[in-house]
Structures are given as structure tokens and as C-alpha cells.
């Protein structure tokens, strides 16, 4: 068994083994179609479930092939034009580059000693990356998993923060108010159209869901600050305390904006943390063009980007940065086996002092390699042409008399809904968008999102492959619009 194990005299066999890996995938990329089989459940599961793990077959090859029937034939390929789901982006080559070279070197990203030249590059691209939204020299951050893990990391600094200001004030005033009796008694505000992470952060954080004030949004779906005002000043006049106000860049369903700079004096004024969640808008920090969408963001006290939304890198990179790097320590602690007190004294630069988790990928790798290959415009430019994409989608929708569309795109999201043209029940105007949606998936043809909208089910594309065109969107509404109309006729004539 010591034989498959990477070393220096294995090396052969897994310059083979990955070569051969990378040619099936290879060949897979080059022959798909569509972007999924529309293979159910109930086919797939079986056959998965009828695999005895505890008969290895009997090399790599064999187990690519079987990884064709259990995985690689009906995966859902993100890459391919007609995939106009979620917030899933097509990779960028040099970042599958450097997917290859963490996974074989492994480092862990926890502490020095178990990464070297890995931490520097974490911490380097941490500076560009806080450089460009405009943060300030005392900025500082941390990659992480996801937007999810950015948003309650983030989150979690504005509770400790918030309480320790409070407690500060209260010591001042003669009283000494303990932390369990603050939090019941912090608050944040964030848009109603902002993500979920946002709630369950809270309920993680010993605040409740309940603590998170839900801001109604305007008619272009951007948080509206004359409530958020409102809200903040009605929050103090009940002795409750603002502890973050959360504004989003590119919502998910609308990929709206929030007035950014309106937030960030409202939030100074009222002295609560102001966090950012631009997982999804980060993009525009290297748009060639928009970056004046985010104006404001520089003055957030955190920040969330998510790389592999919309710098087009392998999930994971995302990451949570902050203005000042000492509110990072609301989330050290120091282990005698890992990283004493003493080396932070030394000045040996462990990251786990500022992340809530301990073992880490290298995952800031991918990046690195991005940049080093296409510049910081060339990731932009792409960027930028499926934000052109969307404007385009929002053109032919809004002429098509089979649709109408929510919003004009700030980024590269279209929310819109199949119109029948007759009266139809609204119930059964609902059931058409979810069967259209369904349908279609089920065809393999393509893959579109779904939400809801004032109580009302609609159908999304999310816009991230630049090899999208406006023919492949057109295609896709006539799909979706045949599927439609096929249900509404079944159900009429049931119904008669």
C-alpha cells in the first residue's frame, strides 16, 4: 500500500495518474453538449449506493472509468453556454494550475511552520486585494471557504467589537454589564433582498434570528437607506445597540448594489460596524470599467469577496477583510502546540491568529497564479463582458412579450417571469415558472435559477460564462416558454 503514496519514489506513477485524470476530464470538456444529462435522483442513486467501498478495484484507471458512470457523464458542467444557474463561474486555467500544485504539496495554511512561502503569498494577495477596495494601511484579512464563512467571520468581529464599546461606555458610567446580558440587546440591519448568511450568522453568533432587522429594498432592489435611518434611530431609542449594518454588492437574486456611501455615513453616525458582503460583486475591483459601482466600500470596517464567483477561480477562494487588523484578534487564541503567545512576539506570521478555522487549503494559490498569468485587467475585461452580456439579456427580455423582467441589471443577474398572454389563475402561474424551470433541467438543455418575488415564484439567469451569447439566452427563454405553455395547456384543459 506504501505505493501509493506521494514521495520521491512515486513520482512517475503520479505524473501518470494525474495526467490521466486530467485527460478524461479534458475529453469530457471538449465533447459536452449541454451543460447536464438530466439524470434523476432515483437513476443516479442506485447505482452510487450499489458501489461496495470495501472492494478497491484495481488502479487509477479503472476507477476513472467507473467515476464516468458515478460522476463525470451527468456532473453538472459550469463551463458550458447554457448554464444560467447560480452563482457558479467557468475556471480559469492557471487557477486549475495552481489546484493541481496545493493539492500534491498539501500545505497547510494554519502556521508558518507548515507553509512558509504559502503564508506570504496569503498575506501578499490579502494587501493587493484590501489595496483595491481601498481599506488603508492598517487593513489586514483572512481567506476563507466561502461567502457564507466571510459574512459570520466578519460578523463576529462586529459582535465583540460592538461589545466591547458598549462595555467601555458602561464602565465609564459607573455599571458593569457582562456580555451575556449585551447580547440579547445588539441589532443589525441588513436588506431584505441581502443573504441568508446574514440570518444564520446571527442565530450562530447567540444573537437569534431575531436580532437581524430585515431593510425593505427600492424599486432597483438596493437597500433603502431613509428606512435603514429610520430603523437605526428607532434601535437607540429603545436602548437596543446597532452592532452591524450589512450592505450588499450584487445581491444574489438582482445582483444590486446598496448605496454604499449613504450606508457608510449613516453607520459612522451611529457608530456600528459597517460590513460588506461583496462576494458577488468583488469582480468589479478589477473592471477595467465599473469599478465606481462599488464608490463607498472603502469606507466599510469589512469586507467579503468571493474569488470564485467572479474572478473565475475553482471553489474554494473567498476571503474576509478588515480596516483595522486589531479587531482580528476577537478571534485568536493562542495553543501551546500550535501557536504560543511567544511567536507572535517573534513575529512569526501564523494565520491561524486570524481565522476561525485551523487547518487551511492553500487556496490563495489559485489566485496567485491568475494574476501572474492574466493581470489583474485581463480577469476584469472578463468580468466585465458578462456584466455587457446581461444589459444585452435585459434588452431582449424586456421586448419579448412572453416575459417581463424585475430589474435592469447592476450586474450580471436577470429575474423574470413567463406571461401567458390570458388570464390564468395566479396559483397556476407560479406552477408554470417552477414546471418551466424543472423541465428544462430535466432536458439536460440547460440549467436556469428560480426565486420568488413579493410572494410570486419567477425564473433567473445568473450571467458568469463570457461564452454565453445573446443566441444562447434567446434559445433558452424559448425553451422555457414552450415548457411553460405545454403545462398551462394540460392543466386548462384539466381544469374545463
Known sequence: MRSHLLNETTADLYRRSVTEGVDRVAAKLATTERP?????????????????????????????????DVYLRDAVYFHHPRYLGHLNCPVVIPAVLGEAVLSAVNSSLDTWDQSIGGTLIERRLIDWTARRI?????????????????????????????????????????????????LPKLRIFTSEASHFSVQKSAAMLGLGYEAVISVPVDRNRRMDTAVLAL???????????????VATAGTTDFGSIDPLPEIARLTAEHSAWMHVDAAYGCGL?????????????????????????SFFQPVSSSA???????????ATYHADYLNPRRMAEERIPNQVDKSIQTTRRFDALKLWMTLRVMGADGVGSLFDEVVDLAAAGWDL?????????????????LV?????????????LDEAQLHARKALFASGEAVVAGTKVDGKQYLKFTLLNPQTTTADIAAVLDLLAAHAEQFLGESLAVHH
Not at 231 to 245: I, K, S, T, Y
Open 36 to 68: 447536464h444529462t438530466g439524470i434523476s435522483v432515483d437513476e443516479l442513486a442506485p447505482v452510487i449506493n450499489g458501489i461496495d467501498l470495501d472492494k478497491p478495484l484495481a488502479d487509477a484507471a479503472a476507477v476513472l472509468d467507473e467515476l464516468e
Open 134 to 182: 481601498g481599506l488603508g494601511p492598517a487593513a489586514d484579512g483572512i481567506f476563507t471557504s466561502g461567502g457564507s464563512q466571510s459574512n459570520f467571520h466578519a460578523l463576529l468581529l462586529a459582535r465583540d467589537e460592538a461589545c466591547r464599546i458598549v462595555m467601555k461606555r458602561a464602565l465609564e458610567e459607573g455599571a458593569v454589564p457582562t456580555k451575556a446580558e449585551l
Open 231 to 245: 430603523e437605526l434611530e428607532e434601535c437607540a431609542a429603545e436602548g437596543l445597540f446597532p452592532m452591524a449594518v
Open 285 to 309: 475591483l478589477v473592471s477595467p470599467t465599473r469599478r465606481h459601482l462599488l464608490d463607498g466600500i472603502e469606507h466599510a470596517d469589512s469586507v467579503t469577496v468571493d474569488y470564485h464567483k
Open 320 to 330: 474576509m477583510l478588515v480596516r483595522d487588523r486589531d479587531t482580528l484578534k476577537h
Open 397 to 413: 427580455i424586456d421586448a419579448d412579450p412572453r416575459f417581463e423582467v424585475v430589474v435592469k441589471p447592476q450586474i450580471s443577474t
Open 416 to 428: 423574470f417571469r413567463f406571461l401567458p398572454g390570458r388570464e390564468v389563475p395566479a396559483d397556476l
